[in-house]
């Protein structure tokens, strides 16, 4: 399965954008998770052969950049941040509520927590990572999208029906 | 009483709209750029030499001096901003470049025109998605205006047309891209890792080229000094080692979290949580304060009116850094929080070197097994002594970091410590079973 | 070596005074090392300083081969006026800098990092290959406190992770030095290796589902300063204060790579490269150390064969010299000698002891290149026709790719910064170079042709005008794989592209490299003794195999094995009989269908290079002689009658046989070909290794 011409494009477009190809390693590999929606094997070599890199280079930034995922994700992907200035107003709070809306099962400890509805459809993540919005805690990113406030019961129902949404949008998306 | 200071870097308190290119403008936006392309280089960088600004990213550098280390003559040179804001309790340069994208295009091109530099990048965290497009947006804006551009609009002193060019990259989630030569391998394709220095980046940086790193917030202050001129820069603040605004993030145990924009060495700490924060939501004291997200020792109670710059703080036994402060009243558990800080290093600790890779692993381990109520006294020994091992002996300073969390709370909260201790005795003693979390 | 010394270590005060007196040129510093004044060339980085003048700073992830990193913090020291111990390992050398490397602070900084090492390592020393000759052992007893505080559970990772049918990883012994992953980066180019994941979860490996293919995987090893990366070919056999350590040339490769033989009780168990900076520097290719490992002793033949009543029978030497002298007295022979036999070998056909007619098979190049590897390593335009050097001779490979990138010696990037063109089907360099037009048998003149219109100015095709533009700077190397250069069309051709790429200068001296490469072993050995019976094509009318397929000849000797080569010339054989000088059979051949072709009538049993003595010649005329004689050739117990010989030795003994006198010991026949030959001047095992340090 191969990428589409519109990333490859997109990809060719980075490689000209930067004094060396290898800097645009990075965002091409964004690029191409943003399409497949993680990293496999493959991909990693699509991109690398693209740009003229070694293999090797892909997989190791692949593994180091905590964004980008070798591993299959869910649609629907949450963090929670659970860094202290989120912690201290009750984001471990709002990770277990957020959970138990969705009736999902938390594994891990401590900072680092994850678990993931029954139809695999929504991801939930404690991390230890801040997100610069500690002004706005407790919060949590979903995708590329910041949730912030997330304070009251109403603040996480919201939160939640959100998901759902977007959950039921991926399933029908993938028929 | 709050000061009476008219903020200059985020001067729309509460806004979260981005300012565009003729609003800017038409509070004098981009005078700084037109009054530095009348002057030679090298004298934007004596300005701002003279004005006092150090770097508002954590270390504190001078900035005009690092400007004057990059070496004159031919061949490419690179100013690079550093916008992985990605220190817990760090969101000032979100807003500034989410609300005041120009500010710091304004700012980039006055280090640029300073350095002689034709290409600039943004190196902006992966996860802000909104500042990175806001800026793109901007930098289009700039450009289509002719402030920006292979070659601009604009005229050099020398004649000639200024020519600059600005590429946003964002990054893909590692807090050790913040220190500079770990985000120059991350912008040339490569795992983020720190380099050995030297050669230091003003020599061989960003593609073996001489190259300025310079945070968000600094390049911020620039277009002021250029604009108003040294003398109304320094007239702000604390003379002669603490001049400008400065931007401090209050988290935490505060009723009004968020971004504050205040003259260096204007307000203690206590004022800046009472007056400012609204004190604690519990309205119980403060027990410690960070001032510098997670990267710098907890400020106990007893020091709160440590004076708000770069000497106070020092002075209260830590350091400014990026001015993040996270306020902890009295009902934490510093043992907890120091484990949620040493879950943080461990987890961003890149690995290069080993006292940081392994050190952090060990201080995670050691703390996970008091957490579980399975300490015992010689741990804090322990503890103490694998932070000392990492310390000072690290390629970077996310080692020195990784151990501040540990020994301050073991220094300032022993007693919350010993409090995780087996205690054989008191086993039915349920208070001894009140582990945090 | 860079780094010169200005005084010996154990006299301090007489140094000073030296010092002071002889003004330092300018492109030296002169420190204090832990109370020594050394002085060293700018650039000198401290642990190379230090080394110079005998003071060892523990490392891991430095390598004096390989770009300094400053992971590991071993060789963490104290500067004065630096506020925090430094790398010396990253620290350059400066003027008036005062180093302790033995200070409370300098130690405490070493303690530190073996106590932070080990508190995950394994410590699993005793099942450990690498036991007896690792450095984290070394470091630890030199530079550790001898105690851990590290209560919790160590980190568990893979214990025997198969990286490739080669190598095996185990994770946690891994101490994350990345010199295996900087040693595909930087010396062969290939980055067959990665760092997976961030931090304490950073492990050593590829994506799942990649290969490590590399043909130089056997360097890791050498380089890993702990057990992780262990060879599947030694493991478990050995325990290095067992094994014996002998000086040899690798037997398959013509740049003539130094090798260690590691033997126990006579067995060789692994081969290791032997440090030359002039030539494989510290690395060789798999292919040499896997490929040319002997087979086991007991499963060799050992014993001359001789064909009776059609059934190949075990017989002693004495017999089978015999057997073979009748074979060729009275009768029309002719000796074929494969590019791989030793130059003492072709000592003995070239002084006539088997006759004048004498052919080398397979065929090599006519004339022998001009100019030297080093040459070429340090060329700014490279040209590659007919041949890819990475697959076929891949120290070759690495030493065109020299010229093309920067390495490291001595702590220091040194060269590169020239341009690479092939001309080939294949190009395993491909990443590096500038351009690369495909082509192969006929259209390989043409693409040939036409970068010369290009370089010549007289036009030519997009791409040759741009392969052009890459190929300016002087000196120019040109390498052509033997086919290519052999065709006697391409004559023309190829003096056109020297002159067009100016590989030899107006006084006939070559600066860079020029000319065929042959892939055997002692291709050019044979043609500096064997003359013009070299250079001639053995299946050609004149050649011992034409003669021999036209019914001319009775008997062909066939001496040698040929790598890289089916076998055996049966086909060019015609009606004679074969006597077969030998060392690739199997102890059972006589009984094993297929083994011996039937136009053998004789076997005579050599011994594997790496148990005899002689010299080579490598491709760009050095001499290299080893002499393993302490590694006994044959089943221990046997008889010295039932042993396999060296080539030289087989042959003197046939001629003896055959009443022509040659020498019958090594010395005694080297003392001979002296008189002709330079190779034979050269003592055996006086090849140069590491360059040694100048201490002024």
Redesign the interface.
């Known amino acids: 399965m191969s990428l589409s011409v519109t990333t490859r494009d997109a990809i060719t477009a980075e490689v000209a954008k930067y004094p060396y190809k290898k800097t645009a390693l990075l965002p091409s590999l964004k690029l191409a998770q943003k399409e497949k929606g993680w990293l496999s094997t493959e991909t990693l070599a699509e991109v690398a052969d693209l740009i003229g890199l070694p293999h090797s280079h892909a997989i190791e930034l692949a593994t180091f950049y905590a964004m980008l995922f070798t591993e299959k994700v869910a649609p629907v992907r949450v963090e929670y941040c659970l860094q202290l200035p989120c912690a201290l107003v009750g984001a471990e709070d709002a990770l277990a509520k957020t959970a138990k809306l969705l009736d999902v099962q938390l594994h891990g400890e401590r900072g680092t927590r994850h678990g993931h509805t029954k139809d695999h459809l929504i991801e939930l993540h404690g991390t230890v990572e801040c997100y610069g919005a500690c002004h706005r805690a407790p919060m949590c990113r979903v995708g590329d999208d910041y949730k912030e406030n997330l304070k009251t019961d109403d603040d996480l129902q919201r939160l939640v029906a959100d998901l759902k949404t977007r959950a039921a949008a991926a399933k029908s998306q993938a028929h | 009483m709050p000061l009476d200071y008219q903020p200059i870097l985020l001067p729309n308190p509460g806004r979260t709209t981005a300012v565009a290119l003729t609003e800017y403008e038409q509070r004098g936006g981009y005078d700084g750029l037109r009054n530095a392309l009348r002057k030679k280089p090298e004298d934007v960088t004596t300005m701002v030499k003279d004005a006092g600004l150090k770097g508002r990213g954590g270390a504190g550098f001078p900035t005009g001096m690092k400007w004057s280390f990059v070496p004159k003559g031919p061949g490419p040179k690179y100013l690079v901003v550093n916008a992985d804001e990605s220190e817990p309790g760090t969101f000032k340069d979100r807003d500034l470049m989410e609300i005041e994208p120009h500010t710091l295009i304004e700012g980039i091109a006055i280090g640029s025109y300073a350095i002689g530099c034709e290409l600039a990048f943004v190196y902006i965290r992966g996860e802000y998605t909104v500042a990175g497009d806001r800026l793109r947006d901007a930098v289009d804006e700039a450009k289509k205006a002719g402030l920006l551009g292979a070659p601009s609009k604009l005229t050099r002193a020398d004649g000639t047309p200024f020519s600059l060019d600005i590429v946003v990259f964002l990054g893909a989630g590692a807090y050790i891209c913040g220190e500079e030569t770990a985000l120059i391998e991350s912008l040339e394709g490569n795992r983020a890792m720190p380099r050995s220095r030297p050669p230091f980046p003003a020599v061989a940086g960003l593609y073996m080229k001489p190259t300025v790193v310079n945070n968000v917030e600094t390049l911020a202050n620039v277009p002021y000094i250029l604009a108003k001129g040294v003398d109304a820069y320094k007239a702000i603040g604390n003379p002669p080692n603490n001049t400008g605004p400065k931007i401090y993030c209050l988290s935490g145990h505060v009723k009004r979290p968020g971004n504050y924009e205040l003259p260096l060495g204007k307000v203690t700490l206590r004022q800046f949580i009472e007056e400012y924060g609204g004190g604690t939501p519990s309205g119980r004291p403060v027990k410690g304060v960070l001032p510098a997200g997670v990267s710098a020792p907890i400020i106990p109670a007893a020091n709160l009116d440590a004076v708000l710059d770069y000497d106070g703080i020092k002075g209260a036994g830590s350091m400014l850094g990026s001015a993040s402060f996270i306020v902890m009243d009295d009902s934490v558990d510093m043992l907890w929080a120091a484990t949620r800080m040493v879950e943080f290093f461990r987890h961003e600790s890149c690995g290069k070197c080993t006292p940081c890779r392994e050190g952090t692993m060990w201080l995670e381990k050691t703390l996970y097994r008091m957490m579980e109520g399975k300490g015992k006294e010689s741990d804090l020994e322990t503890l103490q002594f694998v932070s000392k091992q990492i310390a000072g002996n690290t390629l970077c300073a996310l080692g020195d970091f990784a151990t501040s969390p540990v020994t301050s709370s073991i220094k300032h909260y022993r007693d919350d410590y010993l409090a995780h201790l087996v205690r054989i005795e008191k086993k039915s003693d349920k208070k001894g079973d009140k582990a945090a979390e | 070596m860079t780094t010169t010394a200005s005084e010996k270590k154990d006299s301090p005060a007489a140094s000073s005074a030296s010092a002071a007196q002889a003004a330092p040129p300018s492109d030296t510093v002169t420190l204090t090392i832990d109370g020594q004044k050394v002085t060293a060339k700018k650039g000198t980085l401290l642990v190379e300083a230090a080394r110079a003048v005998k003071n060892e700073i523990p490392v891991f992830c430095y390598h004096d081969k390989l770009k ?7 060789c ?1 020291v104290e500067i004065e006026k630096m506020p ?2 430094q ?1 010396a390992c ?3 050398v400066a003027e008036g800098m005062v180093v302790k490397t033995k200070s409370d602070m300098a130690t405490g ?1 070493q ?3 073996i ?3 080990l ?2 390592h394994p410590l699993d020393c005793p099942v450990c290959d690498k036991g007896g000759e690792c450095p984290l052992q070394d470091n630890t007893f030199a530079h550790g406190v001898g105690t851990s ?5 160590k ?1 568990h990772k893979d214990k025997a992770f198969e990286l490739s049918e080669n190598i095996v990883l185990d994770r946690e012994r891994c ?2 030095c990345y010199r295996c ?1 900087r040693f595909h980066d930087e010396v062969p180019g ?13 492990e050593i490996g ?5 290969q490590y293919t590399s043909p130089f995987q056997g360097n890791v090893v050498d380089i890993c300063p702990v057990g992780a990366l262990t060879s599947r070919h030694y493991r478990f056999r050995s325990r290095p204060w067992d094994l014996k350590s002998q000086a040899g040339i690798a037997a398959d490769d013509p740049t003539g790579s130094n090798v260690w033989i590691d033997t126990r009780d006579g067995r060789v168990l692994r081969l290791r490269p032997r440090e030359n900076v002039d030539v494989n520097d510290a690395w060789i290719a798999d292919a040499t150390r896997w490929g040319t490992l002997p087979a086991e002793r007991s499963e060799r033949l050992a014993q001359p064969l001789v064909r009776k009543g059609g059934k190949l029978v075990a017989v002693t030497w004495f017999e089978g010299l015999r057997a073979a002298a009748a074979l060729v007295r009275n009768h029309n022979t002719g000796v074929v000698a494969t590019p791989a036999l030793t130059n003492e070998a072709y000592g003995v056909l070239a002084e006539g002891g088997l006759g004048d007619a004498v052919s080398v098979w397979p065929r090599i190049a006519a004339t022998s290149p001009q100019g030297t590897l080093a040459g070429l390593s340090s060329s700014k335009s490279v040209v590659v026709v007919g041949c890819d050097p990475w697959s076929e001779i891949p120290m070759l490979a690495i030493a065109v790719r020299r010229a093309l990138v920067p390495f490291t010696r001595d702590g220091i990037a040194t060269g590169g910064g020239g341009k690479l063109v092939v001309i080939a089907a294949e190009n395993g360099l491909a ?1 590096d170079s500038a351009a690369w037009l495909k082509a192969s048998g006929a259209d390989l003149a043409r693409a040939v042709a036409d970068l010369c219109d290009a370089l010549e100015g007289k036009g030519g095709s997009d791409a040759a005008k741009k392969a052009a533009a890459q190929l300016t700077v002087r000196p120019s190397s040109l390498v052509m794989g033997p086919a290519f250069a052999h065709e006697p069309g391409n004559a023309a051709l190829v003096k056109r592209l020297q002159a067009a790429l100016g590989v030899v200068d107006d006084k006939g001296a070559c600066a860079g490299f020029s000319g065929a490469v042959d892939r055997y072993t002692n291709a050019r050995g044979a043609r500096e003794l064997l003359g013009d019976k070299a250079a001639l094509d053995a299946a050609s009318a004149a050649g011992v195999l034409g003669r021999a397929g036209a019914g001319a000849l009775d008997t062909v000797i066939v001496v040698g094995d040929v790598p890289h080569c089916a076998g055996f010339p049966v086909d060019g054989l015609g009606k004679a009989r074969a006597v077969w000088l030998t060392a690739s059979l199997p102890k059972d051949a006589s009984t094993k269908a297929g083994a011996v072709p039937d136009v053998v009538d004789v076997v005579l049993p050599l011994a594997h290079v790496y148990e005899q003595g002689g010299a080579f010649t490598t491709l760009d005329g050095r001499h290299q002689g080893f002499d393993a004689a302490g590694i006994p050739p044959s089943v221990p117990g046997a008889g010295p009658d039932e042993r396999a010989k060296a080539d030289w030795y087989a042959l003197a003994l046939l001629a003896a046989e055959l009443g022509r006198v040659t020498p019958h010991d090594l010395k005694g026949l080297r003392a001979v070909l002296s008189t002709k030959h330079a190779f034979a001047r050269i003592p055996l095992n006086r090849n140069k290794t590491r360059t040694e340090l100048t201490v002024v």
């Open positions: 300094p990193v400053g992971a590991c913090r071993m963490l925090r111990l790398t990253t620290t350059p900084g303690n530190a990092t106590a932070l090492l508190a995950n505080k590290f209560e919790e559970e980190r101490i994350l992953v290939d980055r067959a290796l990665a760092v997976i994941d961030r931090g304490s979860h950073g590829l994506a799942s589902g990649e990443r």
